[in-house]
């Protein structure tokens, strides 16, 4: 199960490890942000820090309908105690972690200042 906690200004975050390719980490914090279909995004920073390779392109729609594109790098993370490579896209905004990663997960917050979020596989939450 990952934890996380929702800002005084009612956005979910979670705490993650990118992990580098020459053995750097990085901790952040991303925005639960269940408009975006990727995985998680990374400010330039952080990408060139860790070192990671650029993987291609892609093009996305944004929330105010305006297209976009993207650089996609290979990443590692640690979830849930297990390295999960994915994909990263680059953005020069808050760092964002999107609905790929939520895929077979349930998603839970206390919407509210300092809020409990949860993010727990479904065969736990089933079984």
Known sequence: MIRGFVTYDNQAVVRLTVLGNANQKAEVEPVLDTGFNGSLSLPPAIISKLQLVQSGQTHSELADGSKQSFDLYEGVIDWEGEEQLINI??????????????AGYRLTM?????????????VEVTS
């Not at 896209?89 to 939520?102: A, E, F, M």
């Open 89 to 102: 896209h680059q953005s020069d905004s808050t760092p964002l972690l999107g609905t790929r990663l939520l």
């Open 110 to 122: 206390d919407v509210e200042h300092e809020g409990t979020v949860t993010i727990q596989r479904l």
